[in-house]
């Protein structure tokens, strides 16, 4: 299973990279998209809310179910991908470039998960 190393996880299977400009994207991780299996609908909430970590950043549908997305982070919503509400699949191909939002103001960053850490819980998945 692929863990990149230059990002920071969540219990609930997000990943959060820190980009130069202090903020962050949000995705999930290829663990949570092989649970969710082929995804074909994507909603995000609307860029400039106001997110306290664990609040839901939208809305994923698979084959199997509807899922909420969370944001293990706090932060407003600058950006949100247009590209995977178009294209869902490109989340199930490619998890660690697909992310769901980019967040500024973030909070929480240094709480969540090292690599290490987040393969030692994938063990008792």
């Not at 190393?5 to 959060?16: A, G, I, R």
Request: without cysteine.
């Amino acid at each position: 299973m692929n863990i990149p190393s230059e990002l920071k996880y969540s219990e609930s299977h997000e990943w959060v990279k820190t980009l130069s400009s202090g903020n962050v994207l949000v995705g999930i991780t290829d663990y949570a998209q092989r649970q969710l299996s082929d995804l074909v609908f994507v909603s995000l909430k609307d860029e400039g809310d106001e997110l306290a970590a664990h609040d839901p950043i939208g809305d994923v549908e698979s084959i199997k179910a509807v899922s909420e997305i969370f944001t293990p982070v706090a932060g407003k919503i600058e950006k949100t991908n247009q590209d995977i509400m178009d294209d869902p699949s490109l989340i199930n191909n490619a998890p660690y470039d697909s992310w769901f939002v980019e967040l500024s103001g973030v909070e929480g960053v240094e709480g969540l998960l090292s690599v290490e850490d987040y393969a030692k819980l994938l063990e008792f998945e």
